[in-house]
T-cell receptor, first 114, second 113 residues
Framework: ETGVTQTPRHLVMGMTNKKSLKCEQH?????MYWYKQSAKKPLELMFV???????ENNSVPSRFSPECPNSSHLFLHLHTLQPEDSALYLC?????????????FGPGTRLTVL | GDSVTQMEGPVTLSEEAFLTINCTYT??????LFWYVQYPGEGLQLLLK?????DKGSNKGFEATYRKETTSFHLEKGSVQVSDSAVYFC????????????FGAGTRLAVHP
């Protein structure tokens, strides 16, 4: 248990659906991250938030829409996804954005797009 | 650009064998280096880290030494257990700035009794 929870753990959706992934951290951290983990590819950083403000969008398509209402919660809203978006989506948090702080990861949401 | 290269897996070992997973990096500055581990069905967990040259990170019997001259951070364990079966990721980030982790592709380790 790392102090970062994600729901749901598994999600199957069609290309026309709208769904949301949720992440919550209980560590009092200020920074939160979304990563995409696809088979046989390195983890890809998607978004970074620091004190609820988005600080990085790593050229992610607009069909992925993040939301960070407070420092403890992070959402990833999904709409009109493609089958190639099927992957494990990992949330992480760290104390701060500066420096080589340890990032703590949640268990991930396994997303399948039909 | 900055990058991390790991040996391709899977690595298959018998219990109590010696483990080495190679990791090399390319970076414009002096990064901090990390090893993360992902057990089946779980997210990534920090295994160990080193923040400057010649530092040795260690945890749970695993060790890695930051070698600036060879730009390497190889992971070693003297005697692996079945419970060490997982995917291991090498990563870097820069201490002086943005906390952005750059990961290698991961190496799967399978340990058999």
């Amino acid at each position: 248990e790392t102090g970062v929870t994600q729901t749901p753990r598994h999600l199957v959706m069609g290309m026309t659906n709208k769904k949301s992934l949720k992440c919550e951290q209980h560590l009092g951290h200020n920074a939160m991250y979304w990563y995409k983990q696809s088979a046989k590819k390195p983890l890809e950083l998607m978004f970074v938030y620091n004190f609820k403000e988005q600080t990085e969008n790593n050229s992610v398509p607009s069909r992925f829409s993040p939301e960070c209402p407070n420092s403890s919660h992070l959402f990833l809203h999904l709409h009109t996804l493609q089958p190639e978006d099927s992957a494990l989506y990992l949330c992480a948090s760290s104390q701060d954005l500066l420096g080589a702080d340890t990032q703590y990861f949640g268990p991930g949401t396994r997303l399948t797009v039909l | 650009g900055d990058s991390v290269t790991q040996m391709e897996g899977p690595v298959t070992l018998s219990e109590e064998a010696f483990l080495t997973i190679n990791c090399t990096y390319t970076a414009t500055g002096y990064p901090s280096l990390f090893w993360y581990v992902q057990y089946p069905g779980e997210g990534l967990q920090l295994l160990l880290k080193a923040t400057k040259a010649d530092d040795k990170g260690s945890n749970k019997g695993f060790e890695a030494t930051y070698r600036k001259e060879t730009t390497s951070f190889h992971l070693e364990k003297g005697s692996v257990q079945v419970s060490d079966s997982a995917v291991y990721f090498c990563a870097l980030s820069f201490s002086g700035g943005y906390n952005k982790l750059i990961f290698g592709a991961g190496t799967r380790l399978a340990v058999h009794p």
